[in-house]
Nanobody, 115 residues
Framework: QVQLVESGGGLVQAGGSLRLSCSASGSIFSINAMGWYRQAPGKQRELVAG???????NYADSVKGRFTISRDNAKNTVYLQMNALKPEDTAVYYC?????????WGQGTQVTVSS
């Protein structure tokens, strides 16, 4: 059974940076595309960034140039480096496969950006 555990969230001022990590159990991690998603209060969950098994990346327009997704297959871990954070980036951030699997949503990690 696959489990994904997110970490690295916190409270940061606008313009600051955070690095999120997602550790995955299971041997299928390295062959699957992974994504970081977020859900703000009252809004639907959205894909923020994705990375293929060979490292090809994709980003939501709202985070292009500020966020960077990366992965370390040896560690079964995917990262999200978030720079130049804005208050509108405030949300719970989740990792999942891309496309997402309903059965593996974790608790997520809260990111709060103060103005």
């Amino acid at each position: 059974q696959v489990q994904l555990v997110e970490s690295g969230g916190g409270l940061v001022q606008a313009g600051g940076s955070l690095r999120l990590s997602c550790s995955a159990s299971g041997s299928i991690f390295s062959i699957n595309a992974m994504g970081w998603y977020r859900q703000a209060p009252g809004k639907q969950r959205e894909l923020v960034a994705g990375i293929g098994s060979r490292g090809r990346t994709n980003y939501a327009d709202s985070v292009k140039g500020r966020f960077t997704i990366s992965r370390d297959n040896a560690k079964n871990t995917v990262y999200l480096q978030m720079n130049a954070l804005k208050p509108e980036d405030t949300a719970v951030y989740y990792c999942n496969f891309q496309p997402s699997w309903d059965s593996v949503w974790g608790q997520g990690t809260q990111v709060t950006v103060s103005s």
